[in-house]
């Protein structure tokens, strides 16, 4: 019962911070929306930033779990896409993360540090997918070109939620075409690909924008 009650909370705060956005949700509007007491909520959770602490290290094991490079082959565009449509899923589940990221880095610390680390991870592993195309001979870059890149990719990648909610507002409620963004992070690697295979880019780019 009491991990039923662990779990509810965290969904529940999970959808009202992205609903809502996390600085305008307390600890009592969590309470009030499950039914429960404050003191209850507290049993489980000292405080707001305990809950975000155990959403965030969610959001981190799953962008984990996405950010792996083909073991035993090479990579190619399709797992591109893939690894890119399991990081951009994940932003949107957990995308107050990404809205009221300054606000939550701010204030703590240790969130701080494992977001670099992230951000590092994402880096590194751009870095290793495209110097396996470029062993694969479909891409050719330097190494300077190849490190920059990986950089630029996962920097839009970290702010295309809030890029694109700024550039297209709706009502929170409404699906960001994540399409857009897995394109828009594509297009930093296309000029690096050879013909054949920004012809197969273009391909699929079609398919997700459509």
Known sequence: MARQTRERILETSLAMFNA????????NHIADELGISPGNLYYHYRNKDDIIGQLFARYEQRIDDALVVPD?????????WLQLHLVFECMWDYRFVHR??????????????HYARILRRASDNAVAVMRGLAAAGILRASADEIRATADNIALVAAFWLNY????????????????????????LVAPFLRDAERLHLNTLAGAYLR
């Open 72 to 80: 035993g082959r090479l990579p190619n565009l399709e797992d591109i």
């Open 20 to 27: 809502q956005g996390e600085p305008n949700v307390t600890t």
């Open 164 to 187: 694109d909610a700024v550039r297209h507002p709706r009502q929170d409620g409404a699906a960001v075409d994540l399409g857009r963004g897995i394109h828009q992070v594509m297009m």
């Open 100 to 113: 009221d990221l300054v606000d939550i880095l701010s204030r703590n610390r240790k969130l701080r540090l």
